[in-house]
């Protein structure tokens, strides 16, 4: 269990922060730390593979490669399967589950696919024991990830159970919220100190602030779930017990000011308990109020990070709405009168903040009048977005009149 082959997926366009993520967490780095299409693989140890499931803010899952092997037919995906030792990480006791993504297969049914490694898993068992695990779709106790190409099978057993997005502490939550897992992508893509101040101004749950103020304060983000790889045979308590004693006696005091602002009460409210839960309420300060109506939470400018609203959050644009049967609604389904507003509002009020914004609307910047200084490709889910830095100056040479006039 010295040297496992890991693989850490991860939302497109954060491969490069997670790979320096897992550098930081385990000092880790070439040949034994290779950026790969959609996440990061690792040659590490399995108490590495606990640390990483621990610590990691961007990684969705920690699988362990099992086997690689060719494949032609469903056949071939039976015998390469039925040749891992599966009795190595598991017992009979424990339920699975199989799942399967596949790039390019030939293959007509992925379902198909996914019964013939159930089947071969079953079977092996079946063979060295006289007894069978039974197959739970809805919670495993173990996961099994069938990852097909057009012409081999890989094959991976999850360290980590439930995505690693969930971090225990978002009980309360709105319309379309936003992972934790990307909202920590966005601060890793905006380089922020942890010393700057930080404010959202559509806070929503309060997941961009939380975040913020948890790395802040060095609190590991798995500090409060528990993981796959507790029901698992290479697990040992003490191990495990050690890894989360030093992650606690590593937290610290953070005197950085983390601000967020929601529109709508009900939200602030939402992630006051979430920021209580995460151990943070101390470091967050939370207040109601219209992004286009709220000055500058400090006096030292600071970063600006939002996930402004669109799409089922676009209830969030409050004065540039109308109010429709008791809520807040956009003009327009893109956001009206919104991102004009809110640009205008900044150039006016925070002059020396910086601004990102995680967007699906690559004309942003023409619509908002600014011109962003950076543009960085992320995916929130299925949804193709970009993360842009404006700098913020009062005024702008688009709203001067042309030269002659």
């Known amino acids: 269990m010295n040297s496992l ?3 850490l997926p991860c939302a497109a366009g954060v491969e490069g922060f997670l790979a320096d993520e897992v550098h930081r967490l385990t000092g880790l780095a070439g ?3 290779l950026t790969a299409r959609g996440g990061v693989e690792v040659r590490a140890s399995w108490r590495d593979a606990m640390r990483l499931n621990l610590h990691s803010r961007l990684a969705q ?7 690689n092997t ?3 037919s469903e056949q071939d995906l039976y015998e390469g399967a039925s040749q ?3 009795e190595v990480w598991f017992t009979t006791r424990e339920t699975f589950k199989v799942e399967v993504t596949a790039q390019h297969s030939p293959l007509k049914s992925l379902n198909f696919a996914g019964l013939k490694v159930k089947d071969a898993i079953v079977d092996r068992f079946r063979n060295k024991t006289g007894e069978r695990p039974s197959v739970e779709t809805q919670w495993p106790h173990t996961r099994v990830y069938v990852h097909l190409t057009s012409e081999r099978m890989t094959l991976y057993i999850d360290t980590s159970g439930e995505p690693l997005f969930k971090r225990g502490w978002r009980e309360d939550k709105g319309e379309a919220p936003l992972k934790e897992t990307l909202a920590a992508a966005m601060i890793a893509a905006s380089g922020w100190d942890t010393v700057t101040p930080l404010y959202d101004p559509c806070c929503g749950s309060g997941t961009i602030a939380i975040e913020a103020a948890q790395i802040a304060c060095n609190i590991a983000p798995g500090q409060l779930r528990r993981f796959g790889f507790e029901r698992l045979l290479p697990y040992q308590p003490h191990v495990w017990n050690a890894l989360r004693e030093e992650a606690v006696a590593a937290q610290k005091q953070s005197s950085v000011e983390v601000f967020g602002s929601d529109v709508a009460f009900r939200m602030v409210d939402f992630a006051q308990r979430n920021a209580e839960r995460a151990g943070v309420a101390d470091v967050v300060k939370l207040r109601g109020g219209d992004a286009l109506q709220r000055m500058p939470p400090c006096e030292t400018p600071g970063v600006m990070l939002v996930n402004p609203p669109y799409g089922a959050r676009i209830e969030t644009a409050g004065v540039a709405g109308r109010t429709q049967q008791g809520r807040e609604r956009a003009d327009v389904e893109d956001g009206g009168d ?8 900044w150039k006016k009020n925070y002059p020396g903040w910086t601004a990102w914004i995680l967007t699906p609307d690559l004309k942003l910047p023409s619509r908002m009048r600014l011109k962003e200084s950076r543009r960085v490709p992320m995916w929130n889910g299925p949804i193709e977005c ?3 830095r404006f700098d913020m100056v009062r005024g702008s040479a688009r ?3 042309p030269a002659g006039h």
Request: glycine letters at 0%.
């Open 61 to 67: 899952r920690v699988l362990v490669q099992l086997s």
């Open 338 to 345: 919104f991102f004009p507003q809110l640009a205008a509002h």
């Open 399 to 401: 709203d001067k009149p």
């Open 31 to 33: 040949d034994d730390l």
């Open 70 to 72: 060719p494949y032609r």
């Open 5 to 7: 082959q890991l693989f």
């Open 386 to 388: 970009r993360l842009f």
């Open 84 to 86: 891992v030792a599966w």
